[in-house]
């Protein structure tokens, strides 16, 4: 069964969608994410999407729905690479994904990430 | 039809070298906008196609296949015409003004036939004003096609995306924001945005003059827009006029950062992307650390 | 407001779902849109296909190349002969939703093309038709 392939490095799991998704396959994306996070107890998750010309309402929410399970499972999403095309007709359509954290590339999702990270970081030392 | 045939494969450089006269005589022929040469060529390659079409028996409607060959001609002609800057009935006087030459040719070769006469006349008026017409419409789409292209032109040139500093982008918006333009500029600004890779963009709008509910509602789609793709946008220049408008339509800015000056929005700017401005302790010059 | 050419296909799983956005996208290009007309015709198309197929039961979709004078589009039909919608004016409002969805499909697809129209029968089926030109 095919399947969109999710790399650890260090304390991050990258996602990179280079193909037009069916809806199963999102869905399975989604699945084997939330068990990975587990399994790995992974901070933080990069999704790259810059290689999609076409985000529709499914692809959106489950993007939406990841960002909402990571933060669940104490951990932290970025969305990095959205195509101006695809940002504008998300906006069109109604879906401005309010919960999710965005970056213009790779670099910048990780930036935002490690940031994100140590900041949570300081409040839980603050807390003890 | 064939009759008509008949007699431009005999008369045919008569008929040009008269047609070709009378055109050069006429108002029609413009010297500053075609040479002589020009028209020349033009009309000999017009009836050489014409020619072949009558004698094919291609039949009297102009928009069937058997005609397709003197239509590409004429596109060719109404096309440079329109460019050119001939009026529609400079074009059109192109084909009208054959009847001169080839109703000459038709009234000697029938002298003794009337009746004969009289329907070639007939037939060749009517083929010459369908083929007229045609010329017109042909003018007509090439002048669409160059308004189509000068607006879009026009567009992307009033709507400028500069780099302020490295990694903030400026949009000064001046005159009157419409439904069309707001896309372009929107457009423009989010492909800079992954060109550049600036996190911030700054829309500026002192020179707009008034914001209606729909240009407001495009600004927002703006910046939710930049926002997925991971940018953040500030609007300056917001006039009091414009702030009460905003708040009487009941737009909602939400969380978008608002300035009242583009100088106030650079200084954001700057400290969002780790800069910090200071003075010089004894000049009067502003500098930007990092 | 002439049709150059027309073509149809069909739409029972979600793999038709993807297939059917790469041929609108086919089409969006050959009719000279831009990468913005495109992308938001192409979604608008993903987002009805996915309504035929979930909702609908499965379906068709028929696509026409149209020209109107300077301007040419892509009109696309999607049809069903599913259970049909029973307030179309309730399923057209943003948020509403009778599955899983996020309820932006049919309004969304709306805000997405020039033309938009839509009518569904109770029990015999929902046809939505839309528009956009270049």
């Excluded at chain 2, 009033?158 to 982008?169: A, D, M, N, R």
């Excluded at chain 2, 200084?267 to 302790?281: E, K, P, Q």
Aim: glycine residues 8%.
């Amino acid at each position: 069964m095919e399947r969109i392939p999710i790399l650890k490095l260090r304390d991050f799991l990258l996602v990179s969608i280079q193909i037009d998704m069916h809806d199963r396959l999102a869905m399975t994306l989604q699945d084997d994410l939330t068990a990975e996070i587990v399994k790995q107890r992974a901070k933080a998750v990069l999704i790259d999407i810059s290689a999609l010309d076409l985000v529709d309402s499914f692809i959106g929410r489950m993007i939406s729905n990841i960002a909402a399970i990571t933060r669940v499972l104490d951990a932290e999403t970025v969305v990095v690479g959205m195509r101006p095309a695809v940002a504008i007709t998300l906006v069109e359509l109604g879906l401005t994904m309010p919960g999710v954290r965005t970056a213009l590339n790779v670099d910048r999702g990780i930036e935002l990430l490690e940031a994100a990270i140590a900041r949570r970081d300081a409040q839980d030392e603050a807390a003890e | 039809m064939t009759q008509l045939a008949n007699i431009l494969s005999t008369q045919e450089p008569a008929v040009l070298e008269e047609w070709v006269r009378y055109q050069r005589d006429s108002k029609s022929l413009r010297g500053n906008l075609i040479k002589e040469a020009e028209v020349r060529d033009q009309s000999s390659r017009f009836l050489e196609q014409f020619r072949a079409a009558l004698s094919s028996a291609a039949g009297e409607n102009i928009e069937g296949p058997g005609w397709a060959s003197v239509r590409a001609v004429l596109n060719d002609i109404s096309r440079n015409r329109a460019l050119k800057g001939f009026t529609p009935t400079e074009t059109a006087s192109f084909i009208f003004s054959l009847k001169h030459a080839l109703f000459a040719q038709l009234r000697t070769a029938f002298a003794d036939q009337p009746k004969l006469l009289a329907d070639e006349l007939w037939n060749a008026d009517r083929i010459l004003d369908a083929l007229g017409l045609y010329t017109t419409e042909v003018y007509q789409k090439s002048r669409e096609e160059v308004i189509a292209r000068q607006q879009q032109e026009l567009l992307e040139l009033s709507t400028p995306v500069v780099e302020l500093w490295e990694g903030i982008l400026a949009v000064p918006l001046i005159g009157t924001l419409d439904s069309s333009r707001t896309q372009v500029v929107m457009e423009n600004l989010l492909q800079r945005i992954v060109d550049t890779g600036a996190a911030l963009a700054i829309i500026d709008i002192t020179g707009v003059p008034t914001v209606d509910t729909l240009v407001a509602q495009h600004l927002l789609k703006t910046v939710s827009a930049a926002r997925l793709m991971g940018a953040d946008c500030i609007i300056s220049g917001i006039r009091p006029q414009i702030a009460q408008t905003i708040v009487h339509l009941g737009v909602d800015l939400g969380e978008v950062i608002t300035k009242a000056t583009l100088g106030d929005a650079f200084r954001v700017a700057l400290r969002r992307t780790g800069f910090r401005t200071v003075r010089d302790s004894g000049g009067s010059s502003n500098a930007a650390v990092r | 407001m002439i049709v150059k050419r027309e073509a149809r296909m069909q739409l029972r799983t979600s793999e038709d779902i993807v297939r059917a956005r790469q041929t609108v996208r086919e089409w969006c290009i050959a009719e000279k849109f831009n990468l913005v007309g495109q992308t938001k015709m192409v979604t608008a198309a993903s987002e009805l296909a996915r309504n035929t197929v979930e909702y609908g039961g499965g379906g068709e979709l028929q696509l026409e190349a149209m020209e109107d004078g300077a301007r040419s589009g892509v009109r696309l039909t999607f049809s069903d002969k599913g259970p049909g919608i029973p307030n179309v004016e309730l399923a057209l409002t943003d948020g509403y939703t009778s599955g899983k969805g996020l309820g932006l499909g049919l309004s969304g697809a709306k805000r997405l093309c020039d033309q938009f129209s839509i009518k569904s029968v109770v029990g015999q089926g929902t046809d939505v038709t839309i528009l956009r030109w270049s």
